[in-house]
Nanobody, 119 residues
Framework: VLLQASGGGLVQAGGSLTLSCEAS????????SGWFRQAPGKEREFVSA????????RYRDSVKGRFTVSRDNTKNTMYLQMNSLEPEDTAVYYC?????????????WGQGTLVTVSS
């Protein structure tokens, strides 16, 4: 599974961005997928996850109510709609996939896309 994240950029606080993660090769292959992020000088952290059929969705507390994860398996693409962005959301965002829906140690990773939120 090859993952390609895109959609990052520079946005002012309060603005919105939508990230995309396209899976090539065998597509998502029935795997759960999700988003992680790594801010400068910090460890990578979980942001959101969605199961293959979308029946289970999780978010880290700090993005609940602002971020929405979704997927279109016909397009082999997962999305992260980010609203009300805050400077603390600045990070490189990575998409990941694995057959373990907990995504504790995802096997597949995208290359990351940078999101910068200015105050």
């Amino acid at each position: 599974v090859l993952l390609q994240a895109s959609g990052g950029g520079l946005v002012q606080a309060g603005g919105s961005l939508t990230l995309s993660c396209e899976a090539s090769g065998r597509g998502f292959n029935g795997y759960a997928s999700g988003w992680f992020r790594q801010a400068p000088g910090k460890e990578r952290e979980f942001v959101s996850a969605i199961t293959w059929r979308g029946s289970s969705i999780r978010y880290r507390d700090s993005v609940k109510g602002r971020f929405t994860v979704s997927r279109d398996n016909t397009k082999n693409t997962m999305y992260l709609q980010m609203n009300s962005l805050e400077p603390e959301d600045t990070a490189v965002y990575y998409c990941a996939a694995d057959n373990d829906p907990r995504l504790l140690r995802p096997r597949y990773w995208g290359q990351g896309t940078l999101v910068t939120v200015s105050s």
